[in-house]
C-alpha cells in the first residue's frame, strides 16, 4: 500500500491507497478540495468537520443522481452495459476512501475538541 500527502482546505493530510493509484487519490483529493472551497464560500464558517461532511454528501448527491442518469439511459433506450473499469471496484475504492477520510476527519475533530 502507498501513502501519499494530499492537501484539504489548506491543510495536509497523509493517505493510503493501493499501489500504483497515487495520481489518481491526488486527482480525487483536488476535486474533492476544490468542492470544499466552493462549499466554504457558500456557507461561510462552519467548522471543518461540517464543511467536510457538506462536501462528502454533495459528492454522494452527484453519483447518485449519475447512476439514475445512467440507469435510465441503459434500460430506457437500450444501451449496453458500460465496458471497461469495473463500476463496482470503482464503487468499493471510493467509498473506502471516504471511510478512510472521516477517520482522518473524526480524530482531527476531537484533537481541537
Same mark, same amino acid.
Given at each position: @500500500? *502507498?501513502?501519499? #500527502?494530499?492537501?484539504? #482546505?489548506?491543510?495536509?493530510?497523509?493517505?493510503?491507497?493501493?499501489?500504483?493509484?497515487?495520481?489518481?487519490?491526488?486527482?480525487?483529493?483536488?476535486?474533492?478540495?476544490?468542492?470544499?472551497?466552493?462549499?466554504?464560500?457558500?456557507?461561510?464558517?462552519?467548522?471543518?468537520?461540517?464543511?467536510?461532511?457538506?462536501? =462528502?454528501?454533495?459528492? *454522494?448527491?452527484?453519483?447518485?443522481?449519475?447512476?439514475?442518469?445512467?440507469?435510465? @439511459?441503459?434500460?430506457?433506450?437500450?444501451?449496453?452495459?458500460?465496458?471497461?473499469?469495473?463500476?463496482?471496484?470503482?464503487? *468499493?475504492?471510493? =467509498?473506502?476512501?471516504?471511510?478512510? =477520510?472521516?477517520?482522518?476527519?473524526? *480524530?482531527? =475533530?476531537?484533537?481541537?475538541?
Amino acid at each position: @500500500m *502507498a501513502t501519499i #500527502n494530499v492537501e484539504v #482546505n489548506g491543510r495536509s493530510y497523509v493517505v493510503g491507497c493501493e499501489d500504483g493509484q497515487e495520481e489518481h487519490v491526488k486527482a480525487l483529493a483536488e476535486e474533492f478540495d476544490a468542492q470544499v472551497k466552493a462549499l466554504a464560500e457558500q456557507v461561510g464558517s462552519v467548522g471543518e468537520l461540517r464543511l467536510f461532511l457538506l462536501a =462528502a454528501l454533495t459528492t *454522494a448527491d452527484e453519483l447518485h443522481e449519475s447512476r439514475q442518469r445512467l440507469d435510465r @439511459m441503459q434500460s430506457g433506450r437500450g444501451f449496453p452495459a458500460p465496458t471497461g473499469p469495473d463500476p463496482a471496484r470503482i464503487e *468499493a475504492r471510493a =467509498a473506502a476512501a471516504l471511510e478512510q =477520510a472521516a477517520r482522518r476527519v473524526e *480524530a482531527l =475533530a476531537e484533537r481541537v475538541a
